[in-house]
């Protein structure tokens, strides 16, 4: 069995509001008798892609015993992002594949600089497809942006450009068991490419479904939350806490 960790969106910005709520899912991880085996962190980690705080998602999940994967969401800043986080110079995509638990997680980075909505670049679906021909057994995907709309106009339309490329990659690797995804700042589960899809909760604040609200979309006192995915039997299964 594998079991992930999942949150996102925690847009550390030096204000202390919003690292205190990274700091509450961080802890409640930390705190728990048993481990997952690994934590995934699908974007958004800073507001402003500032290198300072990037230090500070760094100081926030020290406390995790377990591998921490990262990918960059539209708020990151790609070089800041790849220095401070993966230790590594450049200013292409960080795509990153990962061995957890006998599991690949392939991380897709689907920024698009200065732009709200994502696309995955011609060189990262040919990363994707070549990482997923390397080795066997089941692997997830995950990137920030949601390659299928979710029923929230505001965020639909800021969503990924170009779903199409990616399916035809996916289409091509069976091994392919499940997408993680963040930017909805909601717990969401959907489909795309015939797979489960998995939004996990924002931990900065959380997205309203239009008949939630009459105006403001986002609720920022709203719980905490994050997401535990367990993958066992060729069965992907999602759990949401808040907290
Ligand atoms: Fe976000
Ligand atoms: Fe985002």
């Known amino acids: 069995m594998i079991t992930l960790a999942h949150l996102s969106d925690i847009h550390i910005d030096g204000s202390g509001r919003n690292e205190a709520r990274a700091r509450q899912v961080v802890d409640y991880l930390a705190a728990l008798p048993g481990r997952v085996d690994a934590v995934?962190?699908?974007?958004?980690?800073?507001?402003?892609?500032?290198?300072?705080?990037?230090?500070?998602?760094?100081?926030?999940?020290?406390?995790?015993?377990?591998?921490?994967?990262?990918?960059?969401?539209?708020?990151?800043?790609?070089?800041?992002f790849r220095r401070t986080l993966l230790g590594i110079d450049g200013t292409g995509p960080a795509n990153q594949a990962v061995e957890v638990a006998g599991a690949s997680v392939l991380l897709l980075d689907s920024v698009v600089p200065g732009r709200p909505e994502g696309e995955l670049a011609p060189e990262t679906l040919a990363w994707l497809d070549s990482a997923l021909s390397r080795s066997d057994g089941p692997a997830f995907v995950a990137l920030h942006h949601p390659p299928v709309a979710l029923g929230i106009p505001e965020l639909d339309a800021m969503r990924l450009g170009n779903p199409d490329d990616l399916e035809r990659v996916l289409a091509r690797h069976p091994r392919v068991a499940g997408v993680f995804c963040g930017h909805?700042?909601?717990?969401?589960?959907?489909?795309?490419?015939?797979?489960?899809?998995?939004?996990?909760?924002?931990?900065?604040?959380?997205?309203?479904?239009?008949?939630?609200?009459?105006?403001?979309?986002?609720?920022?006192?709203?719980?905490?939350?994050?997401?535990?995915?367990?993958?066992?039997?060729?069965v992907l299964t999602t759990h949401y806490r808040s907290l």
Not at 53 to 79: I, K, M, Q, W
């Open 40 to 80: 995934l962190v699908t974007g958004d980690l800073t507001e402003q892609g500032r290198p300072v705080d990037y230090g500070t998602v760094r100081a926030v999940v020290a406390p995790l015993e377990v591998p921490v994967l990262f990918c960059p969401g539209n708020h990151d800043e790609r070089g800041a």
């Open 184 to 234: 909805a700042h909601t717990g969401a589960a959907s489909t795309f490419a015939g797979l489960p899809l998995r939004a996990a909760p924002g931990v900065k604040n959380t997205t309203l479904l239009p008949w939630e609200h009459d105006g403001d979309v986002t609720r920022s006192d709203a719980p905490v939350g994050l997401a535990f995915h367990l993958y066992a039997d060729d």
